[in-house]
């Protein structure tokens, strides 16, 4: 199984500015129920929409905020999300006890890779690399 990071949706979102071909290259390996984000992303990149909507101005700007909020549901509604479950928290705590230096979403993330025994695909290496036991791969480069 391959959990994408929130990073990578992002990347997608803004594909335009980025160049997405070896992430895709790589990803066509898996079938689409192999591959799966966590709930975690969506609680970051729903943060991210509701800070979006809350700076719109004008009407046309909260009908333009709102028509891109629906298009990150119809996505997520695509997706693959895994929880955040009781395996995952007993590896969030082991891991908050070893004071990893990673901030609390990224090491929840990285807990639910763990209890999935999955490969998280980020293009955050520095920090995710730091995790005991969590299979890490930057598929951007």
Not at 2 to 13: K, M, N, Q, R, V
Not at 83 to 107: C, H, N, V
Request: proline share 1%; net charge neutral; charged share 30%.
């Amino acid at each position: 199984m391959l959990i994408l990071d929130t990073d990578c949706l992002s990347i997608f979102e803004r594909e335009r500015h980025f160049d997405t071909s070896i992430l895709r290259a790589n990803l066509s390996h898996f079938d689409s129920e192999d591959i799966a984000v966590t709930i975690i992303t969506y609680e970051e990149q729903m943060r991210g929409w509701m800070a979006f909507i809350a700076k719109a101005k004008t009407v046309e700007q909260q009908v333009y905020a709102y028509q891109k909020l629906n298009g990150f549901l119809e996505n997520f509604r695509k997706i693959n999300v895994l929880p955040f479950d009781e395996t995952a928290a007993k590896i969030y705590k082991d891991l908050k006890s070893q004071k990893i230096r990673i901030g609390s979403m990224d090491l929840k993330i990285a807990s639910i890779a763990i209890s999935r025994k999955a490969i998280l695909v980020s293009r955050n290496l520095k920090d995710f690399e730091a995790v005991p036991d969590l299979v890490v791969n930057d598929w951007t480069r």
